[in-house]
């Protein structure tokens, strides 16, 4: 049992050393991007995509997916996500300015 608990802190080291970040906070960052690639995958934008292109998008599947035109608010509140999940990147990394 020590063996593996001494393996395991090694093997929390060395990510740390290779990458400049503990591990769980790499398995956060891929949540992040598999959530990022999902809403631009919904809207329809490419992962370049400026905020007017962001805006568009959404305007544009809200249009498809509104309930008044047959669709639900689940799916609008799906497309709201994207398209804040999407600005929220383009705030943090200080693109589109």
Same mark, same amino acid.
């Given at each position: 049992?020590?063996? *593996?608990? !001494?393996?395991?802190? #090694?093997?929390? *080291?060395?990510? &740390?050393?290779?990458? %400049? /970040?503990?591990?769980?906070?790499?398995?956060?960052?891929?949540? &992040? +991007?598999?959530?990022?690639? @999902?809403?631009?995958?919904?809207?329809?934008?490419? &992962?370049?995509? /400026?905020? @007017? $292109?962001?805006?568009?998008? =959404?305007?544009?599947?809200?249009?498809?997916? =509104?309930? $008044?035109?047959? %669709? !639900?608010? $689940? @799916?609008? =509140?799906? +497309? !709201?996500? +994207?398209?804040?999940? #999407? #600005? +929220?990147?383009?705030? /943090? !990394? %200080? @693109? $589109? /300015?």
């Amino acid at each position: 049992m020590g063996k *593996l608990v !001494t393996l395991l802190v #090694l093997a929390v *080291l060395a990510a &740390r050393l290779l990458s %400049g /970040r503990w591990p769980w906070e790499l398995w956060a960052l891929s949540e &992040r +991007a598999q959530d990022e690639a @999902q809403a631009r995958a919904l809207l329809g934008v490419s &992962r370049d995509a /400026r905020r @007017q $292109d962001i805006a568009e998008a =959404h305007r544009r599947l809200l249009a498809r997916v =509104h309930p $008044d035109r047959g %669709g !639900t608010a $689940d @799916q609008v =509140h799906a +497309a !709201t996500r +994207a398209r804040d999940l #999407l #600005l +929220a990147r383009l705030e /943090r !990394t %200080g @693109q $589109d /300015r």
